[in-house]
Every structure is written in structure tokens, then in C-alpha cells.
């Protein structure tokens, strides 16, 4: 009965559409044919349509077609009104329950170039470190924030790292620009940043960041403790799982791979989020 009312060339393009989401380098009109067993006319016809209502791109040298991002944006009304702690809270409670510290999550404020702490999953400790949400915190000190500061766009993060006034917390602050560049490069290297008591003596911190669907930073998770029980020598072993933690979140976020293309340095699409997410 539900035969009837199924459209076949809907049907057909689904499929065709199926088909490329599986193979992220592309199908040539003749590959799809063979894996759909679609007539090669219909198979172009349908590809050609997508490609002019601009869902499918076809390569000028290999005529491979593509899906594009631009099937993101239908879900994208939903997803950015999700809360960001909704979505990240079970990835944090994993984290934490692996790493045995308490676990944080902020996002990155674009118009004043600080992280703001919303939402921690304490660690089971009976000493354990917490901070208010709400709390704001420097880029240049801190874990999250490093790792948020190398993936902004080259102009962005320029802009930034000359506008610090690189205060020093501790004896172990960062207070130069050459030194942060430096680390931030190592940063885009490993895919964490790390806080060595900069902002509070005796405090550790390993960051990674969280990308929104257009592979813009929107914010970070981290794990934080006291050196003694998160020791520098624990960082190889704990950045990467803060890193799988981070991912989690950035998918479901909307974020599939890529970071966001830069033109002459400048991010195409820039975005306030905190508006939207701080609830």
C-alpha cells in the first residue's frame, strides 16, 4: 500500500544521495549508475538538479559530484538553538569519570576575546576544584583558552595575541607574544592546550576545542586539578581523551571535519554565539 505513494524520482535521488554521503571524494555519473542500477540518463538529470540547487558539486577535471554543506543549514535552525550543556554534560561526565578531575566546559566570546565558564561536572575527590559559572577567564593563561586561541583564523588570533596585556598570574604566566605563538603552534600540532599553574599556582589544566558547523571555534572543554594529582606527566595520556571528549560534543554540535576557510586571513563567516547559547 505504501508503494503507492512513493515519488521515484525522490526515491531515486535519496538514494544517489545516500550514495555519495558514503564516499567523500565523490562518484562519477557512471560509478552511481553501477552501485544504483539507474539508468545513466536519470542518474544525470537527478545530479545535475542538485548541483544547480547547489546541494551537489560536480569537479570540472574528474566531473565527480560532491555533496556540499549546504545540507547542513536545514537542521541548522534546530541545532543552533540546543543548548550546549545539554548536548556536552554526558560527554563530560564520561571524561571525568575516566580521568578522575573535575571537567568544564565555556564558550569563546568573539566581541571580547574571553572564554566564559558554563557548566563543570566535579570530580569525586573529596578536595575537588570548582568554579562559578559565569567565571571569565584569559586566553593567554589558561588551557582552554590556548586551545580556543590556535584554531581562531591567523588575522583573528594575531589581533588577539597583541591585545593581551599578558598580566602575570604566576610565576609560570605566559607574558610574551613570541612565547604564546610558539606554543599555540605546538597546540595546533597535538590538539590541546595546556595550563602549567599559569592562571593558579598549583593548578593544571588541559583544553581542547569545540567547533561549531562551520569549523569556527564556539568554545572548549577541559580537565582541571591540582598539580599533585594531575602532574605534568599525565598530560600525553589525558590530552588525547579531552581531545575525543571535545569531538563528541563538536559533532553533535554540527561540526564534521573541517575548520572554517580563511580569505586573506579573515574568517568567511563570523558569529556571536554566546547569545545564543547562555540561557
Same mark, same amino acid.
Not at 571555534?217 to 581523551?241: C, H, K, N, Q, Y
Not at 560534543?249 to 580569505?263: A, Q, V
Given at each position: 500500500?505504501?508503494?503507492?505513494?512513493?515519488?521515484?524520482?525522490?526515491?531515486?535521488?535519496?538514494?544517489?544521495?545516500?550514495?555519495?554521503?558514503?564516499?567523500?571524494?565523490?562518484?562519477?555519473?557512471?560509478?552511481?549508475?553501477?552501485?544504483?542500477?539507474?539508468?545513466?540518463?536519470?542518474?544525470?538529470?537527478?545530479?545535475?538538479?542538485?548541483?544547480?540547487?547547489?546541494?551537489?558539486?560536480?569537479?570540472?577535471?574528474?566531473?565527480?559530484?560532491?555533496?556540499?554543506?549546504?545540507?547542513?543549514?536545514?537542521?541548522?535552525?534546530?541545532?543552533?538553538?540546543?543548548?550546549?550543556?545539554?548536548?556536552?554534560?554526558?560527554?563530560?561526565?564520561?571524561?571525568?569519570?575516566?580521568?578522575?578531575?573535575?571537567?568544564?566546559?565555556?564558550?569563546?566570546?568573539?566581541?571580547?576575546?574571553?572564554?566564559?565558564?558554563?557548566?563543570?561536572?566535579?570530580?569525586?575527590?573529596?578536595?575537588?576544584?570548582?568554579?562559578?559559572?559565569?567565571?571569565?577567564?584569559?586566553?593567554?593563561?589558561?588551557?582552554?583558552?590556548?586551545?580556543?586561541?590556535?584554531?581562531?583564523?591567523?588575522?583573528?588570533?594575531?589581533?588577539?595575541?597583541?591585545?593581551?596585556?599578558?598580566?602575570?598570574?604566576?610565576?609560570?604566566?605566559?607574558?610574551?607574544?613570541? @612565547?604564546?605563538?610558539?606554543?599555540?603552534?605546538?597546540? /595546533? #600540532?597535538? *590538539? $590541546?592546550?595546556?595550563?602549567?599553574? !599559569?592562571?593558579?599556582? %598549583?593548578?593544571?589544566?588541559?583544553?581542547?576545542?569545540?567547533?561549531?558547523?562551520?569549523?569556527?571555534?564556539?568554545?572548549?572543554?577541559?580537565?582541571?586539578?591540582?598539580?599533585?594529582?594531575?602532574?605534568?606527566?599525565?598530560?600525553?595520556?589525558?590530552?588525547?581523551? @579531552?581531545?575525543?571528549?571535545?569531538?563528541?560534543?563538536? /559533532? #553533535?554540535? *554540527? $561540526?564534521?571535519?573541517?575548520?572554517? !576557510?580563511?580569505?586573506? %586571513?579573515?574568517?568567511?563567516?563570523?558569529?556571536?554565539?554566546?547569545?545564543?547559547?547562555?540561557?
Amino acid at each position: 500500500m505504501a508503494e503507492r505513494y512513493v515519488v521515484p524520482g525522490v526515491d531515486r535521488a535519496m538514494t544517489i544521495l545516500e550514495h555519495l554521503a558514503q564516499v567523500p571524494e565523490g562518484l562519477s555519473m557512471i560509478e552511481i549508475a553501477a552501485r544504483t542500477g539507474f539508468p545513466n540518463n536519470s542518474v544525470y538529470r537527478i545530479a545535475m538538479t542538485l548541483c544547480r540547487r547547489g546541494y551537489l558539486r560536480r569537479a570540472t577535471d574528474t566531473k565527480r559530484f560532491t555533496i556540499t554543506r549546504k545540507f547542513l543549514k536545514l537542521a541548522f535552525p534546530s541545532v543552533h538553538h540546543l543548548n550546549i550543556v545539554d548536548v556536552s554534560m554526558d560527554v563530560m561526565e564520561e571524561l571525568r569519570d575516566r580521568v578522575g578531575e573535575s571537567v568544564f566546559l565555556a564558550v569563546f566570546t568573539r566581541s571580547e576575546g574571553e572564554g566564559v565558564v558554563l557548566a563543570q561536572s566535579p570530580a569525586l575527590h573529596p578536595i575537588r576544584l570548582m568554579v562559578e559559572p559565569g567565571t571569565r577567564f584569559d586566553l593567554y593563561s589558561t588551557g582552554p583558552g590556548k586551545a580556543m586561541l590556535a584554531f581562531l583564523p591567523d588575522k583573528q588570533q594575531s589581533r588577539l595575541i597583541d591585545s593581551f596585556d599578558y598580566e602575570p598570574h604566576t610565576g609560570n604566566t605566559i607574558t610574551e607574544a613570541d @612565547v604564546l605563538r610558539e606554543e599555540l603552534a605546538e597546540i /595546533r #600540532r597535538s *590538539g $590541546y592546550g595546556l595550563d602549567r599553574g !599559569e592562571s593558579f599556582e %598549583g593548578v593544571h589544566c588541559v583544553g581542547a576545542p569545540l567547533f561549531d558547523e562551520h569549523g569556527s571555534v564556539l568554545g572548549a572543554i577541559w580537565v582541571s586539578g591540582p598539580s599533585t594529582r594531575l602532574p605534568e606527566s599525565d598530560f600525553g595520556r589525558i590530552g588525547p581523551e @579531552v581531545v575525543s571528549g571535545a569531538e563528541r560534543i563538536s /559533532r #553533535r554540535i *554540527g $561540526y564534521y571535519g573541517e575548520k572554517k !576557510e580563511t580569505l586573506n %586571513g579573515e574568517a568567511h563567516v563570523e558569529k556571536e554565539y554566546s547569545m545564543i547559547i547562555v540561557q
